[in-house]
């Protein structure tokens, strides 16, 4: 039973550094979502996929950042000239298509991000 | 949009007594989902147990209850038998399915367990 993966666990990154991460999720899901988590807070949405197309953005996601998933299967976010308070852990979900509230999102480890 | 209020200080619970976290949302909607999901130090996110709006029984996972109370918009878990292994941060969140099913968390409840 493989679960959500993510690569890198642990980057860090000088300011100004361009940063990709990348998330596998689980294979029958067609449903993606990255969110960001901030030290003492809960997780913030980011960006949804279903299958290849980008279909929800937050307005947490500046022009900055990108994200793709090319084939529907796996995912990766772009983070371009890092800023210090981009610092935080990134995660990612998967869930089934359904669109039912019962489809549970299941999480990947997350990337923990660290801008000097 | 929905939000969520944890509001809880950390917590410290003997091992093997029960304990009752607190979460109350706000939401327009009439379908959605309630969910808790534990977060250890690793930083994954565990689900640990799902409510729907309409369902009118409180939803059983193992050693998780949740206690949903639709007028009062509470739904509050309840870890029984806690173990060390329990210690963690706890977070409720909700979906609406007409919102691409995106969760809003709160801000999470920690829990240290003592033998």
């Known amino acids: 039973d493989t679960g959500v993966s993510q690569d890198p666990r642990h980057k860090i990154t000088k300011r100004g550094q361009n940063v990709t991460f990348r998330c596998d999720p689980i294979s029958e899901h067609n449903r993606l979502y990255w969110y960001r988590q901030t030290l003492g807070q809960g997780p913030e949405f980011l960006t949804y996929f279903q299958n290849e197309a980008q279909l929800e953005k937050s307005r947490l996601l500046s022009d900055r950042f990108s994200a793709e998933r090319p084939k529907g299967s796996f995912s990766t976010l772009e983070i371009q000239r890092t800023e210090q308070g981009d610092s935080a852990m990134y995660l990612c979900?998967?869930?089934?298509?359904?669109?039912?509230?019962?489809?549970?999102?299941?999480f990947g480890p997350g990337t923990r991000l660290t801008v000097l | 949009a929905q939000k969520i209020t944890q509001t809880q200080p950390g917590m410290f619970v003997q091992e093997k007594e029960a304990v009752t976290l607190d979460c109350t949302y706000d939401?327009?909607?009439?379908?959605?989902?309630l969910f808790w999901y534990k977060q250890p130090s690793s930083g994954e996110m565990i689900f640990l147990i799902y409510?729907?709006?309409?369902?009118?029984q409180n939803a059983t996972e193992g050693r998780y209850s949740l206690n949903f109370q639709k007028a009062r918009k509470s739904a509050n878990l309840v870890i029984s038998a806690s173990q060390l292994g329990d210690s963690a941060m706890y977070f409720c969140?909700?979906?609406?399915?007409?919102?691409?099913?995106?969760?809003?968390f709160g801000k999470g409840n920690q829990v240290v367990v003592i033998p």
């Open positions: 409510q729907g709006s309409y369902d009118e």
């Open positions: 979900a998967s869930s089934p298509a359904s669109g039912a509230s019962s489809d549970t999102q299941y």
């Open positions: 969140a909700m979906t609406a399915p007409y919102g691409n099913n995106r969760l809003a």
């Open positions: 939401t327009s909607d009439q379908s959605y989902g």
